[in-house]
């Protein structure tokens, strides 16, 4: 194990403190966790509350307008904003559990296990990725939850095919060997060896993938399998701003620019993540 | 004859593959919680009705049964009929999988086009401010929401300049320039995520052969950079860009789902989403079907586009 993960606290901080990126993107993906505790602090407006002020223009009363409904537009993009990030964790977060153990077990197994494994894989991967969770949810019902557990769903092959790849390299090391040879039974040495020095590429796999399950969620709820009315999300928000493009344009943008800035930061902390855990790639992009 | 025993290989390798879609598929609805025939009959379902519905479909026989018969079927053309229209599936989808491939396809040619030329030049010029515009750019592409970049190209070209039409499609078939031109934003739209994407691999694949060992050598044997480039850097990138362009392709057909949406085109994906809202099961398999077929056959194209390009594939 390089010294990256050895003290995690201060390596973290010196990392942040000498990649203006990550810390840039780090500060944006901070910021949006406390607007989306302190919502009901930032704006007195209720998401969800219809008024007769329909489609008002933005302006010092409505800082950026009302919808059809007469609900206060920034007032839904904050709101939205616990929905995106509930999103894009729990799909990243249900694709590990399925794809970790699998793709560690048919990498340190081989044979048929992984034979099979490996097909089934291939098998995924080529399903259109969004055409499979539309279709998952649909099976499942239609919702958040059962959206993003579709996307995590379409990740798994992903992260399992990373995941195998790894394994098979660090189960060759001679350390690996050298435990099998004292004793050490087979679900400690994927504990204590492969996990962790199989797990750096996943990290930065996973910050990107964060980006991808947002822009998932906002085309999901876009098209009416996400975020269920007359809760907000990003995605939902701009289905509606879409009706009414002519008469108030300032909401098809808003919410467009948020899922555009929060999909730069994790892809900007990916990307800052993958040069600092691998030198080598430094400059290539 | 060892090109066409590896040809012959590879195109064998695809049956389990498509083997397994098709489990995949099927289990598709083996994920509907509860009683699939109850969810199918919707809420105000008397009991017959649902007993109904669990007759015509199978669903009262062993899974294995329900999936040996729906795969008998699949391998005769029969896709099953739509819950909602009666119609059969494979109709269905083989009517409205045109518009798909139109604006897929055209969005392809579009993405190569474009993320091609600005792949060389970042790659050529790299750490050039115009190489950090064109990877800012290319950032940009992969995060920003294609929908959203589409209903922007609405606004602004088909209602502000009236050069194109808003929403809809036409059949290429019947009407040649009038489906070309309901199709050039949606393909745009759709390219965004491609050109990025391409824009990307292309350069840091051709910045690691430029740097390589064997182009420093031929450097110092006098040949011209152009030549260079030609003869060596683009030949060992375009293994790259296949690669990336059979990722590309299966990105925007799924992404054909969401654009369909905004330019309301009744195409294959737009007919995904109604049926999986409608819970019309046998069109989503259907549809999700022949979609993964399509996929697939890409990708055996792209494998088999490897070993001209390659000759070191040939050999194994």
């Known amino acids: 194990m390089t010294s990256t993960f050895d003290r995690p606290a201060s390596s973290f901080l010196s990392w942040i403190r000498s990649d203006l990126r990550a810390a840039l993107c780090f500060g944006y993906l901070v910021l949006l966790v406390l607007l989306s505790a302190a919502a009901p602090l930032i704006t007195h407006y209720s998401p969800i509350e219809q008024t007769m002020d329909f489609l008002a223009p933005p302006g010092a009363d409505h800082w950026l307008g009302t919808d059809d409904l007469g609900r206060d537009v920034f007032a839904r993009v904050v709101y939205g904003t616990p929905m995106s990030l509930y999103a894009s964790f729990l799909a990243v977060g249900v694709g590990l559990v399925i794809g970790l153990p699998f793709g560690m077990l048919a990498g340190y197994c081989g044979g048929w296990f992984d034979a099979v494994v490996s097909r089934m894989i291939d098998t995924l991967l080529s399903f259109p990725g969004i055409v499979l969770a539309v279709a998952v949810t649909g099976a499942l019902g239609i919702g958040l939850t059962n959206a993003m557990i579709a996307v995590g769903i379409v990740f798994a092959p992903n992260i399992a095919r990373l995941i195998r790849i790894q394994t098979i390299v660090v189960k060759n090391e001679l350390y690996v060997e050298a435990a099998h040879s004292f004793g050490m039974p087979v679900w400690s040495i994927i504990l204590r060896h492969i996990v962790p020095n199989a797990i750096q590429p996943i990290i930065v796999q996973v910050t990107l993938m964060l980006?991808?399950?947002?822009?998932?969620?906002?085309?999901?709820?876009?098209?009416?399998?996400?975020?269920?009315?007359?809760?907000?999300?990003?995605?939902?928000?701009?289905?509606?701003?879409?009706?009414?493009?002519?008469?108030?344009?300032?909401?098809?943008?808003?919410?467009?620019?948020?899922?555009?800035?929060?999909?730069?930061?994790?892809?900007?902390?990916?990307?800052?993540?993958r040069s600092r855990l691998d030198p080598t790639r430094l400059g290539r992009g | 004859m060892p090109v066409l025993r590896f040809l012959f290989w590879r195109a064998m390798q695809v049956i389990p593959v498509i083997f397994m879609a098709t489990l995949a598929i099927f289990g598709l609805v083996q994920l509907v919680p509860g009683d699939p025939a109850a969810t199918i009959a919707g809420e105000y379902a008397t009991a017959e009705n649902i007993e109904a519905i669990r007759q015509s479909l199978g669903l009262d026989?062993?899974?294995?049964?329900?999936?040996?018969?729906?795969?008998?079927?699949?391998?005769?053309?029969?896709?099953?009929?739509?819950?909602?229209?009666?119609?059969?599936?494979?109709?269905?989808?083989?009517?409205?999988?045109?518009?798909?491939?139109?604006?897929?396809?055209?969005?392809?040619?579009?993405?190569?086009?474009?993320?091609?030329?600005?792949?060389?030049?970042?790659?050529?010029?790299?750490?050039?401010?115009?190489?950090?515009?064109?990877?800012?750019?290319?950032?940009?592409?992969?995060?920003?929401?294609?929908?959203?970049?589409?209903?922007?190209?609405?606004?602004?070209?088909?209602?502000?300049?009236?050069?194109?039409?808003?929403?809809?499609?036409?059949?290429?078939?019947?009407?040649?320039?009038?489906?070309?031109?309901?199709?050039?934003?949606?393909?745009?739209?759709?390219?965004?995520?491609?050109?990025?994407?391409?824009?990307?691999?292309?350069?840091?694949?051709?910045?690691?052969?430029?740097?390589?060992?064997?182009?420093?050598?031929?450097?110092?044997?006098?040949?011209?950079?152009?030549?260079?480039?030609?003869?060596?850097?683009?030949?060992?990138?375009?293994?790259?860009?296949?690669?990336?362009?059979?990722?590309?392709?299966?990105?925007?057909?799924?992404?054909?789902?969401?654009?369909?949406?905004?330019?309301?085109?009744?195409?294959?994906?737009?007919?995904?989403?109604?049926?999986?809202?409608?819970?019309?099961?046998?069109?989503?398999?259907?549809?999700?079907?022949?979609?993964?077929?399509?996929?697939?056959?890409?990708?055996?194209?792209?494998?088999?586009?490897?070993?001209?390009?390659?000759?070191?594939?040939?050999?194994?």
């Open chain 2, 61 to 316: 026989r062993p899974a294995w049964e329900q999936y040996g018969t729906w795969l008998w079927n699949a391998v005769h053309g029969d896709l099953s009929n739509s819950l909602l229209t009666g119609l059969p599936v494979l109709d269905e989808v083989m009517r409205q999988l045109p518009s798909t491939l139109l604006i897929a396809v055209l969005a392809l040619v579009i993405a190569i086009l474009v993320g091609v030329p600005l792949g060389i030049l970042a790659a050529t010029r790299a750490n050039s401010m115009l190489d950090r515009v064109v990877t800012g750019i290319a950032s940009l592409g992969v995060a920003v929401p294609n929908f959203w970049l589409g209903m922007i190209l609405v606004s602004i070209f088909a209602v502000g300049f009236g050069w194109f039409p808003t929403t809809g499609a036409r059949p290429l078939t019947t009407d040649f320039w009038g489906a070309l031109q309901h199709a050039v934003l949606p393909a745009a739209t759709l390219a965004t995520g491609g050109i990025a994407e391409i824009t990307r691999q292309l350069r840091s694949s051709l910045i690691e052969v430029l740097q390589s060992q064997y182009v420093r050598t031929l450097r110092a044997k006098g040949l011209s950079p152009a030549l260079i480039l030609w003869k060596h850097g683009l030949r060992n990138a375009s293994l790259t860009l296949l690669t990336v362009v059979g990722l590309v392709f299966n990105h925007t057909l799924g992404a054909t789902v969401a654009t369909e949406a905004v330019f309301a085109i009744p195409g294959a994906g737009s007919m995904i989403v109604n049926a999986a809202i409608n819970k019309d099961f046998p069109i989503v398999q259907g549809a999700v079907f022949v979609l993964v077929m399509i996929v697939i056959a890409m990708n055996l194209i792209i494998d088999l586009l490897y070993t001209v390009l390659d000759p070191r594939v040939k050999k194994d």
């Open chain 1, 211 to 273: 980006a991808g399950a947002l822009l998932a969620e906002a085309s999901l709820s876009f098209l009416g399998l996400g975020v269920q009315p007359p809760w907000p999300s990003w995605g939902q928000m701009l289905a509606r701003g879409y009706t009414y493009m002519e008469i108030a344009p300032a909401q098809m943008y808003v919410p467009g620019l948020a899922i555009l800035l929060t999909a730069l930061a994790y892809n900007g902390l990916g990307e800052s993540l």
